[in-house]
C-alpha cells in the first residue's frame, strides 16, 4: 500500500471519528477505522468516495452490498486489526457491542425483505457543510449501486440523528422499519429506491 493510500484512510477515519461521533463504532479508535476504510476500499463490493479541498479530505461516503467481505478482508491485516481493538477486547461491554454490530450485519444480510446494498457512512466537515457536498457524494454513491445492478439500498440511522433523518428524506429515502444495532437503542432502517 502506499504512502499516500494509507495517509487517505487515515483522513477519511479521522473526518469519521470527528463528525459520526454518536456511534459505537467511533470509540474503536481511528486506527481501526482507517483499516476498516481500507478493506472497504479493496473489496469488490463495496466502495468509498472522497471529497477533496487542497489535498485535505472534507467529506467522503462510503457503501457496500453486505459487511462479510469487508470484516474478512480486514482479517487479512490481523497483527494490525488486533493492535487497533486490543484496548477494547480488555472491556466485555465494549466486546458486546462489537458482537452486536457483527451479528446485526449478518442478521441483515440473511434478510431477504431489505437490499443488500447498504451506505454505511457520509460525513462533511463542518466548516464545509451548507455547500451540498453530502448531496453530490450521496449521488455518486447511488450511482455507483446503480451501475453495479442495485435497485435500491439501505441506510441505517440512530433515532436521535436529526438531521441525519431530514438529510437522507430530503435525498429520498423513506423510513421503512426500527431496529436495534445495539440493545436498548432503536435505529431507524430508510430505503432509496432506484430508477
Excluded at 26 to 36: D, E, H, K
Excluded at 87 to 106: A, D, K, T, V
Aim: hydrophobic fraction near 45%.
Amino acid at each position: 500500500m502506499t504512502a499516500s493510500r494509507r495517509e487517505l484512510y487515515m483522513q477519511v477515519a479521522a473526518l469519521h471519528v470527528a463528525n459520526i461521533d454518536q456511534g459505537f463504532l467511533s470509540t474503536l479508535g481511528i486506527r481501526f477505522i482507517a483499516l476498516m476504510y481500507r478493506a472497504i476500499d479493496e473489496c469488490a463490493d463495496s466502495t468509498f468516495f472522497v471529497d477533496e479541498v487542497e489535498g485535505r479530505v472534507v467529506g467522503f461516503v462510503s457503501g457496500a452490498a453486505g459487511m462479510r467481505p469487508i470484516y474478512k478482508r480486514m482479517l487479512h491485516y490481523w497483527p494490525e486489526l488486533f493492535i487497533s481493538l486490543f484496548p477494547s477486547m480488555l472491556s466485555l461491554q465494549r466486546l458486546r457491542r462489537i458482537l452486536e454490530i457483527l451479528n446485526y450485519g449478518r442478521a441483515h444480510q440473511a434478510s431477504n425483505e431489505l437490499p443488500n446494498a447498504e451506505l454505511l457512512s457520509i460525513a462533511v466537515t463542518p466548516e464545509c457543510r451548507g455547500q451540498h457536498r453530502a448531496d453530490i457524494l450521496y449521488r455518486k454513491l447511488a450511482a455507483y449501486f446503480c451501475e453495479h445492478g442495485e435497485t435500491a439500498f439501505k441506510i441505517t440511522v440512530g433515532k436521535g440523528l436529526g438531521p441525519a433523518h431530514r438529510f437522507y428524506q430530503r435525498m429520498g429515502a423513506v423510513p421503512v422499519a426500527d431496529t436495534q444495532v445495539h440493545k436498548g437503542e432503536v435505529s431507524t432502517v430508510y430505503v432509496h429506491h432506484l430508477q
